[in-house]
């Protein structure tokens, strides 16, 4: 074993999430579920969220059995919800396809609904232990810091390589502010130690509050609320979500249901709507 995957290993023992619900619990559906969740959430938000859509949903066939809109209804704190209809294409499509059981061939994974290069590697690592590094975001900016020769020298990867590096590019490995001196790749980095130099003013960013995503979440949100079977009109929906969404005008709330609606998230029936 080289001193950087030695080094990688030991860092990860003492400092990496083993703790975390998917990883002291392992199995294809729990990779499968935690990497769409991670996909755009952060983990420390995701962790409560998973064990209650395991609870819900403990097996591959009860998602695939359940009702979208149930599942959109666990998926309540996540946002970017179209994730939770992917998911359940996703597990609809394990079960027609390949009697339940995810495959761990890179072809076959990819060709489930929802299911993208990095989730692909990430089922193949994480799941399976095969040889495969889901690349992230933060992976991404890790290697190409490191550098070829590092990265070689870390040797064949797996579920503790990957979840190392992942870590790693989490937590030390940062995009701004890169712990060099606590990073135990150091020694063969191309780019450390790098100087950080403080942060200066960028350009204003605007509110999270103004955005379509967030208006499109206080819609779904409100349609979650609902009673089961209940369905509510389009002037009560903008009714309900005056509070929430003050400067929205009726076009521009019409235009966010009719977008949802075309995305699958809603469903409507004689111009009243509800999840699907
Ligand atoms: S030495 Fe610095 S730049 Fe290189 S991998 Fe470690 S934290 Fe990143």
Same mark, same amino acid.
């Given at each position: 074993?080289?001193?950087?995957?030695?080094?990688l290993?030991?860092w990860?023992?003492? &400092?990496?999430?083993?703790?975390?619900?998917?990883?002291?619990?392992?199995?294809?559906?729990?990779?499968?579920?935690?990497?769409?969740?991670?996909?755009?959430?952060?983990?420390?938000?995701?962790?409560?969220?998973?064990?209650?859509?395991?609870?819900?949903?403990?097996?591959?066939?009860?998602?695939?059995?359940?009702?979208?809109?149930?599942?959109?209804?666990?998926?309540?704190? /996540?946002?970017?919800?179209?994730?939770?209809?992917?998911?359940?294409?996703?597990?609809?499509?394990?079960?027609?396809?390949?009697?339940?059981?995810?495959?761990?061939?890179?072809?076959?994974?990819?060709?489930?609904?929802?299911?993208?290069?990095?989730?692909?590697?990430?089922?193949?690592?994480?799941?399976?232990?095969?040889?495969? *590094?889901? *690349?992230?975001?933060?992976?991404? &900016?890790l290697?190409?810091?490191?550098?070829?020769?590092?990265?070689?020298?870390?040797?064949?990867?797996?579920?503790?390589?990957?979840?190392a590096l992942?870590d790693l590019g989490?937590q030390i490995c940062?995009?701004?502010?890169?712990?060099?001196?606590?990073c135990?790749?150091?020694?063969?980095?191309?780019?450390?130690?790098?100087?950080?130099?403080?942060?200066?003013?960028?350009?204003?960013?605007?509110?999270?509050?103004?955005?379509?995503?967030?208006?499109?979440? &206080?819609?779904?949100?409100?349609?979650?609320? /609902?009673?089961?079977?209940?369905?509510?009109?389009?002037?009560?929906?903008?009714?309900?979500?005056?509070?929430?969404?003050?400067?929205?005008?009726?076009?521009?709330?019409?235009? /966010?249901?009719?977008?949802?609606?075309?995305?699958?998230?809603?469903?409507?029936?004689?111009?009243?709507?509800? /999840?699907?």
């Amino acid at each position: 074993m080289t001193t950087s995957r030695r080094a990688l290993l030991a860092w990860y023992r003492k &400092r990496g999430r083993a703790d975390l619900p998917w990883r002291q619990e392992r199995s294809p559906y729990r990779t499968l579920v935690s990497e769409v969740m991670l996909q755009q959430t952060q983990v420390d938000r995701v962790v409560p969220k998973f064990e209650a859509f395991m609870r819900r949903f403990p097996t591959l066939r009860a998602l695939a059995t359940a009702n979208a809109g149930d599942v959109l209804r666990e998926w309540k704190g /996540l946002g970017y919800n179209a994730r939770a209809l992917r998911l359940h294409a996703t597990a609809v499509a394990v079960v027609r396809d390949h009697g339940g059981i995810i495959p761990r061939n890179r072809v076959a994974l990819r060709a489930l609904p929802g299911v993208g290069s990095y989730t692909a590697a990430a089922i193949r690592a994480f799941a399976y232990g095969l040889d495969d *590094v889901p *690349v992230d975001v933060n992976i991404g &900016r890790l290697v190409r810091r490191l550098g070829r020769k590092a990265v070689k020298a870390i040797g064949r990867s797996g579920y503790t390589i990957a979840s190392a590096l992942m870590d790693l590019g989490a937590q030390i490995c940062t995009a701004r502010t890169p712990q060099c001196a606590a990073c135990p790749l150091l020694r063969t980095c191309e780019s450390g130690p790098i100087r950080t130099s403080p942060r200066r003013n960028g350009k204003a960013r605007s509110p999270f509050k103004q955005s379509s995503r967030y208006a499109r979440g &206080r819609i779904i949100d409100l349609l979650r609320d /609902l009673p089961p079977g209940k369905r509510i009109s389009l002037l009560d929906l903008r009714r309900g979500l005056r509070a929430v969404l003050p400067q929205r005008s009726a076009a521009e709330i019409g235009r /966010l249901v009719e977008g949802l609606r075309r995305e699958g998230l809603l469903d409507v029936q004689d111009g009243d709507l509800a /999840l699907p």
